[in-house]
């Protein structure tokens, strides 16, 4: 079946901003809220059921060009688009609003 991209996000971050993100991504799960992806101008909101097909994976990507390999974590959550049973999560991505602050991209904000 092919696949529609409908929310991407990327950038390099501290591992302890990436744990923060975890976090609070993982309390809203549990709290079963509304969850929302947003940087700049994208956004999209998702409902999620209460079961959802949870993965973990580990790769390494070789180069051929002789650099170092990369390797990459992924978690994904996987569910039925029509699926009826539903919980919330809200989380957006915000631009800082202080001068002097990392403007290299969104910061994670709790709504």
């Known amino acids: 079946?092919?696949?529609e991209t409908l929310f991407e996000f990327e950038r390099?971050?501290?591992?302890?901003?990436?744990?923060?993100?975890?976090?609070?991504v993982a309390d809203h799960l549990e709290a079963g809220d509304?969850?929302?992806?947003?940087?700049?101008?994208?956004?999209?909101?998702?409902?999620?059921?209460?079961?959802?097909?949870?993965?973990?994976?580990l790769e390494r990507e070789?180069?051929?060009?002789?650099r170092s390999a990369e390797i990459e974590l992924e978690f994904e959550l996987e569910?039925?688009?029509?699926a009826a049973d539903t919980g919330d999560l809200s989380i957006e991505w915000k631009e800082p609003k202080q001068s002097g602050?990392?403007?290299?991209g969104p910061i994670c904000d709790l709504v």
């Open 12 to 24: 390099d971050m501290d591992v302890a901003e990436v744990a923060q993100y975890l976090r609070t």
């Open 34 to 57: 509304e969850f929302t992806l947003q940087s700049g101008t994208e956004s999209i909101t998702l409902t999620l059921p209460n079961r959802v097909e949870f993965e973990v994976e």
């Open 79 to 82: 569910w039925d688009e029509n």
């Open 1 to 3: 079946m092919p696949e």
């Open 101 to 104: 602050t990392r403007s290299d």
């Open 62 to 66: 070789t180069s051929t060009s002789g």
